[in-house]
C-alpha cells in the first residue's frame, strides 16, 4: 500500500466509523459462527496498524503479521511484542497446522495470487481451524482507493468463493455486509469517476456525519451471517479445510 495509507490508518483507526463498527461486526460474527476453543490460539495476518488485535484477543491467544516496517512497530507496541513480518503467500516461518483461527481482514485482494495465499494459510490451521476472511466487493466500485492500497481485485461473491475452493477450503457464512450504507457508497464512486473527482482520501467526515455512519453501519451487527444481506461494500467468509 501507499505510505498515505498507512499514515491515515494510523491516524484514524480508533475514530473512524468504518473501521469501529466493523471490528464489532466481526466479533459478534465470531461469536455466533467461529466455534472457537476455549484460548484459542489466533494469527492475524495483514496487521497493519494492530486495530483488529483487541477484538481478536478477546477470542485466544494472538499473533501478528504485518510487512510494513512503520505499520508493524505501532501493532508491535499495542500488541505489547514483537509483530511478524512474514510475506504472503509463501508465511515463511509461520508455524504449519497450529491456529485455530486465522484472520485476514482486507488482505486477500492485495495478494496477486490469492489462491496460492488461502492454501499457505490452510497449512497453518490446526484441526478444525478456520479462516476468517474480509475483502472488498464488486469490480465495477474501482476506484483511486483501491489504485493507493495496491488491490489486484475486488470479488464477487462466486470469485471469492472459487479462490477459496481452488485452495481446498469450503466457505461458510459467506455474504455481503456493509450494505446499508452501500448506496450510499456505490453512488459516490460512480459520481468520482463521472466527473473526474475519483479520490482516494478515506478520512474520517464530520464527526457528526461519522457517529451516523458508524451507528448506522453497527446496525448489521445483528444482521450478518444471519439474514441474506443485499449487495454491500465488502464480503465475509469463514473458510475451513474442505
Known amino acids: 500500500m501507499d505510505r498515505i495509507v498507512y499514515d491515515r490508518m494510523a491516524a484514524h483507526d480508533s475514530t473512524h466509523w468504518w473501521y469501529r463498527a466493523r471490528r464489532d461486526i466481526l466479533a459478534d460474527y465470531l461469536k455466533r459462527f467461529g466455534e472457537l476453543p476455549a484460548q484459542a490460539k489466533i494469527l492475524e495476518i495483514g496487521c497493519g496498524t494492530g486495530h483488529n488485535l483487541p477484538m481478536l484477543a478477546q477470542f485466544g491467544e494472538i499473533d501478528a503479521i504485518e510487512i510494513d516496517p512503520a505499520a508493524r512497530a505501532i501493532a508491535s507496541e499495542r500488541l505489547g511484542r514483537p509483530v511478524g513480518a512474514a510475506p504472503l503467500p509463501a508465511l515463511p516461518g509461520v508455524p504449519r497446522g497450529h491456529y485455530d483461527l486465522i484472520a485476514v481482514l482486507d488482505v486477500v485482494e492485495h495478494i496477486e495470487d490469492d489462491v496460492a495465499a488461502l492454501a499457505a494459510m490452510a497449512n497453518c490451521l490446526a484441526p478444525g481451524g478456520k479462516i476468517l476472511i474480509a475483502v472488498p466487493a464488486h469490480q465495477w466500485l474501482w476506484s483511486a482507493h483501491d489504485v493507493v492500497n495496491h488491490h489486484h481485485r475486488r470479488y464477487s461473491k462466486k470469485t471469492l468463493r472459487s479462490a477459496i475452493e481452488r485452495a481446498g477450503l469450503k466457505a461458510d457464512k459467506l455474504g455481503y455486509f456493509n450494505s446499508l450504507l452501500f448506496p450510499l457508497a456505490a453512488g459516490a464512486r460512480l459520481l468520482g469517476r463521472?466527473?473526474?473527482?475519483?479520490?482516494?482520501?478515506?478520512?474520517?467526515?464530520?464527526?457528526?456525519?461519522?457517529?451516523?455512519?458508524?451507528?448506522?453501519f453497527r446496525l448489521e451487527r445483528h444482521m450478518v451471517g444471519r439474514v441474506p444481506m443485499a449487495p454491500g461494500v465488502s464480503i465475509v467468509a469463514l473458510a475451513r479445510p474442505a
Open 194 to 216: 463521472m466527473t473526474g473527482r475519483d479520490d482516494s482520501d478515506d478520512s474520517p467526515p464530520p464527526p457528526v456525519v461519522n457517529s451516523l455512519f458508524e451507528t448506522i
